[in-house]
């Protein structure tokens, strides 16, 4: 390493160390700290956030980061100091137009709105909810404006979480994506051989839940020395090295499906971090390159391997042992139907992969309007439950059910949503090009063997870090940008063949 990128390095690494301060912090506010504990915690995140920032945006930094722009000037991606550069260059970029008083009071405010949506949500009463997130949706407006001129207000919020992808491309994959989803739906229900949920609403212990997910991570890669898997209200994951990457699930005594896929979920976002190279450590590199590349990891472990036939003839038999009384007299075939039942429903992390995408496009528009201006918090419940019955035809019965199922707004999250959806997009289109290198992947999960597929993406995806920007990935693993196509090829061939479409 040249000794401006080295200095960088340095200064780098310290802000790394706050950060991953405040990672630690924030995953023992959704694990274990007591509700007592939240006002301090509040403080403490505000106090941790404000001061990277400083260290960060200050002179000092920006000219050793100016030093080590000149010293890797001219040399390609794949050298780490380049690419390192280019990107810190970019965040300190976008870093350097916020003010910290900003930061401070949007950590301080954030912090605060957890415990308070989490009451909200357990009690499902959107009013005690409504003043939070009016503060938090008026910061998100005010941080936009940071960024003038864009092209529409969601873009600088969209591009925190997917560098480099304009609001106007994700509305145009979202519209052709739409009604596809919408017509294969409306398929499932009126020409599909029913399925019945029957085998996976049943009474399932939850230790045993717990000791299946972990057997089954295990064998997928997860690494628990350098891990540990705990419970939180909603499923996360987080990392505060490459060497300490941790997640979390919940359990559902009456539905198998929610601990088993949240758990596969995260172990996927996990192996992503636990398998970036190793010299990257302690870098602005050391984490995925965007959210939908890293939803593409998770998606891609929890629905194309984890709802997979293959994925349940290595595991039924097990499941079967765990759980004789359940599932005794169940046959595989009714299983694999049962887990792969597609009906509109109100959770968004329990729905099924055929609609999915649609409880993302609702929030999507909801949170364009809200930035945009053209919808009042106050009115956002009354917006949710209109959307659900045109795009899923169902009501929520209350809030919880409803406008406050998702955590992702109490902590400023908006324009992170979409990027579940490109995610399953991205994963397709990953998914196609490795079965196209390794043509008996389906025999190889039959076998509980996992590590033709993990080598394939530590190599093509993981190791990378954020070395490439995810549109740069994308073009060279697939050849191509983001669209549609492999992921709507992919549910017509999976649900035509589970509702017996043909
Ligand atoms: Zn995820």
């Known amino acids: ?162 560098p480099g992808m304009p609001t106007r491309q994700v509305k145009e994959v979202f519209d052709v994506l739409r009604p596809q989803q919408v017509e294969l739906v409306r398929a499932t229900k009126e020409r599909g051989r029913p399925v019945s949920d029957g085998p996976v609403r049943q009474a399932f212990d939850v230790e045993k839940q717990r000791q299946f997910g972990v057997e089954v991570i295990t064998k997928l890669g997860y690494d628990f020395k350098r891990g540990r898997l705990d419970k939180a209200v909603h499923p996360f994951t987080t990392s505060f090295s490459l060497d300490d990457v941790r997640i979390t699930t919940r359990y559902d005594a009456g539905f198998f499906n929610d601990a088993i896929f949240s758990t596969i979920h995260e172990c996927g976002h996990a192996l992503y971090e636990q398998g970036i190279a190793p010299g990257l450590e302690r870098t602005s590199l050391a984490t995925g390159t965007s959210m939908a590349i890293h939803e593409s990891q998770s998606r891609m472990w929890e629905n194309f391997v984890g709802r997979s036939r293959p994925f349940w003839v290595a595991f039924y038999p097990r499941l079967q042992g765990l759980f004789p009384d359940a599932l005794g007299k169940v046959k595989l075939a009714d299983f694999y139907r049962a887990v792969n039942k597609v009906e ?33 918090v106050k009115d956002l419940p009354e917006a949710w439950n209109t959307r659900m019955r045109d795009y899923l035809g169902i009501t929520p019965p209350n809030d919880a059910k409803g406008v406050l199922q998702d955590v992702h707004w109490s902590f400023g999250g908006f324009g992170y949503f979409p990027t579940y959806a490109m995610g399953n997009l991205v994963a397709a289109q990953l998914w196609e090009r490795i079965n196209k290198d390794i043509p008996d992947l389906a025999t190889q999960i039959e076998r509980a063997e996992f590590g033709g597929l993990l080598t394939w993406l530590r190599e093509n995806v993981h190791r990378h870090g954020a070395r490439y920007y995810p549109v740069e990935l994308l073009q060279r693993v697939t050849g191509q940008g983001l669209t549609p196509e492999p992921y709507l090829r992919y549910l017509r061939a999976k649900f035509g063949e589970v509702y017996e479409l043909h």
């Open 1 to 162: 390493m040249g000794a401006k990128t080295d200095r960088l390095c340095k200064l780098l690494g310290e802000i790394l160390d706050l950060d991953h301060a405040s990672a630690l912090l924030g995953w023992d506010q959704q694990t274990y700290m007591p509700p007592g504990g939240a006002e301090a915690r509040a403080q403490q995140l505000s106090t941790l956030s404000r001061l990277s920032h400083d260290k960060f945006v200050c002179d000092e930094f920006g000219a050793a980061l100016q030093a080590a722009q000149a010293e890797v000037a001219g040399l390609p991606l794949e050298n780490d100091d380049a690419a390192l550069v280019r990107r810190t260059a970019r965040d300190f970029n976008k870093q350097r137009r916020v003010p910290s008083e900003w930061v401070s009071e949007f950590s301080l405010e954030t912090g605060r709105a957890h415990p308070i949506w989490e009451k909200a949500r357990a009690e499902a009463d959107f009013a005690q909810f409504k003043p939070a997130l009016e503060t938090i949706v008026r910061l998100k407006r005010d941080y936009a404006e940071f960024f003038q001129p864009y092209e529409h207000i969601y873009d600088p919020l969209i591009d925190d979480f997917e």
């Open 344 to 376: 509109p429903s109100l959770i968004r992390v329990d729905a099924d992969e055929a609609t999915y995408n649609l409880h993302i496009m609702l929030r999507f528009e909801l949170e364009l309007e809200l930035m945009s201006g053209t919808l009042a």
